[in-house]
């Protein structure tokens, strides 16, 4: 398996502009994460999936936030207008139902100017 | 919500000797507390997990300890080789929050040689 696909590995941008990040899970896992990375905040869930459907989107930090997940394999994370305060590497991450292990993958370093 | 703390926060350990992580968590309903390595420019990924039915697990090298009295598990490394320079998450689940992890801040190991 290929593991959890995430893309763009760096994406660089002025503030004001539209993000999205993109994620592909791996095949049969029930489960969707998108973390946020900082030195000063660690590891921060923003939201997650199962079943294509989001239940808990608390971590998300502002309405310029947005996630969606339209099918089983391909879920974005969109920052619309970005700030720079939103700079830090994004994690998506996966798991199958209850097994416990997150699968994640190689992060999105989003750097807003 | 669950609250991890991890400490240190960086620790530095000579080639061979042996290092600890340590965690504690607010949630006495919490039952199971993964390990991530995360590498440079890489997603975390675990390398080790305890469930609260368990008060010691060991893979080689590795070991994890959990005393659910004080709400603190630790993490083990023996004969510690510079391929283990990384930083360290503990992590927490509680029941019913799906696959929810709440992570601890992180801890920079670094194996000098």
């Known amino acids: 398996d290929a593991g959890v696909i995430q893309s763009p590995r760096h994406e660089v941008t002025e503030m004001g502009q539209e993000v999205t990040l993109r994620c592909k899970p791996i095949?049969?896992?029930?489960?969707l994460f998108w973390y946020r990375q900082t030195m000063m905040r660690g590891l921060e869930l923003l939201i997650y999936?199962?079943?294509?459907?989001?239940?808990?989107d608390s971590g998300m930090p502002e309405d310029r936030f947005s996630a969606k997940m339209p099918n089983a394999s391909f879920s974005t994370l969109k920052i619309q207008p970005s700030e720079p305060r939103d700079s830090a590497v994004y994690f998506c991450a996966s798991s199958g139902f209850n097994t416990g292990e997150l699968f994640f993958g190689e992060g999105s370093r989003l750097t807003v100017l | 919500g669950e609250n991890v703390e991890q400490h240190p926060s960086t620790l530095s350990v000579q080639e061979g000797d042996s290092a600890v992580i340590k965690c504690t968590y607010s949630d006495s309903a919490s039952n199971y507390f993964p390990w991530y390595k995360q590498e440079l420019g890489k997603g975390p990924q675990l390398i080790i997990d305890i469930r609260s039915n368990v008060g010691e697990k060991k893979d080689q090298r590795i070991a994890v300890t959990l005393n659910k009295t004080a709400k603190h598990f630790s993490l083990h490394i023996t004969e510690t080789q510079p391929e283990d320079s990384a930083v360290y998450f503990c992590?927490?689940?509680?029941?019913?929050?799906?696959?929810?992890?709440?992570f601890g801040t992180g801890t920079q190991l670094k194996v000098e040689l």
């Open positions: 999936f199962n079943n294509n459907v989001p239940i808990d």
């Open positions: 992590a927490a689940h509680t029941p019913g929050g799906g696959n929810k992890l709440t």
């Open positions: 095949s049969g896992h029930d489960y």
